[in-house]
Each structure stands twice: as C-alpha cells, then as structure tokens.
C-alpha cells in the first residue's frame, strides 16, 4: 500500500529557532499533499495544501510567513515552522494524495511531535 | 455549514465485547465517508472508505454502515482487542475540485480494558 513518511518523527528545540519536517511518499508519486496540525484531544486541522512546483495555499488564520511549504518534487514536502514559540507545540501530520486510487485517498504520515522549551 | 459530529466522545468497553461508534454529517454535496484509526502519536490508518451508494462495508472485525439519506455512518468494532484502543476519526468528503475538500469529525476515544 502506499506509504507516507515524516522526519523527525519528534523534536525538541527552543523558541526562537526554526525547524523543518519532511514529509515523503515513499512508493507513489504525489502532487499535492496538505499539512495538518493536531493539538491534544482535538482533531487535525488543515493548515495548508502543498503542490508540487508552485505556491503552497494556506487555510484562513494560518501564517505563511511562520510555516514556511516547499513541495519540490512529486515524493517530498517539507514544513519549516520559523521563529518557533512554545504555542507552536504540537503535533504535525502531512498526507499525500495517490491519484491512482478511486477516491484520491489521502494517506497520512506518523506525524511529528514538535516541543518548543 | 459543513460539518461532521461524533458520539460518543469517549468510551471504555472490556476486552472481546462489541461496540458502535457514531457519526452524523451535515457535509454538502457528498463525496464519500471514511474511518480512520489514529493511535495515540501517530497518523491516522485508513479503515473503510464508502461511496454514496455503498450502505456497508468491512475490514475484518471493522464494520462501517453509511445511511446517505439521514447522512448518518457507524462503525461497528466486534470482538474487541486490547490493541482496537485508539482515536476513531469520521471524515466526510465534499465533492469539490481543487483543495483539500475533507471535513474531520473530533473523533472517539476508545479505551479496551482487559
């Protein structure tokens, strides 16, 4: 089945750093992938959508400045949250999108567990 | 508005018992519904993903009904297992070119004792 990864899977850094998730498709091609973040006991919230070789589009509230998308092949996107502050804490997940099924399914990555101190 | 409603919100049952979680929509125009199994600090794992002419489907001991008409959806877990303890996320896709067109419920908790 089609398999999504992240990198790292957890990080701990202190605020006013920045840091960069990857986000890959290990066996599909994927031109459009989303990012999402979960804070705890709630459910994933859309931040951004990630296409492959253009401008990524954010959702109403979510700063491109700070969360930085680069989708730069059809197998990689990569989050960078920049300046990062302690209510950036929380957990990021990214999906990819497998054209080749019926539905478009998307299918998520384990997500990484972002701590800023 | 579109959104997608879960119940319970949590729930314990004991190991080998059967449980139902719900899902009601309000999501317009109707793509398709899926479950999702998200264990704590991971990405959630696809289940079932039905259509609107499709009223049930299965994965082993997962069952997923789909009443298009009430726009209500169950998930019925049999025999359950310690390791069934996870999130349960009810997602709902609109029928929508270009962006990201899922709607996520809040999802259910369930918690399997021995």
């Known amino acids: 089945g089609a398999v999504v990864s992240q990198h790292p899977s957890w990080v701990i850094c202190k605020s006013g750093t920045s840091v960069k998730i990857e986000c890959r498709s290990l066996d599909f091609q994927a031109t459009t992938m989303f990012w999402y973040r979960q804070f705890p006991k709630q459910s994933l919230m859309l931040m951004a959508t990630s296409n492959e070789g253009s401008k990524a589009t954010y959702e109403q509230g979510v700063e491109k400045d700070k969360f930085l998308i680069n989708h730069a092949s059809l197998t990689l996107s990569t989050l960078t949250v920049t300046s990062a502050h302690p209510e950036d804490s929380s957990f990021y997940i990214c999906?990819?999108?497998?054209?080749?099924?019926?539905?478009?399914?998307?299918?998520f990555g384990p997500g990484t567990r972002l701590t800023v101190l | 508005k579109n959104q997608v409603e879960q119940s319970p919100q949590s729930l314990i049952i004991l190991e080998g018992k059967n449980c139902t979680l719900q899902c009601n929509y309000t999501v317009s125009p109707f793509s398709n519904l899926r479950w999702y199994k998200q264990d704590t600090g991971r990405g959630p794992v696809s289940l079932t993903i039905m259509t609107f002419s499709e009223n049930t489907k299965s994965n082993g001991r997962y069952t997923a009904t789909l009443d298009a008409d009430t726009k209500q959806s169950s998930l019925h877990i049999t025999a359950s297992q310690l390791s069934d303890s996870a999130s349960y996320i009810c997602v709902v896709s609109a029928k929508r070119a270009g962006a990201n067109n899922l709607f996520f419920g809040t999802g259910t908790r369930l918690t399997v004792i021995p």
């Open positions: 999906s990819a999108v497998f054209l080749a099924t019926s539905y478009n399914e998307q299918f």
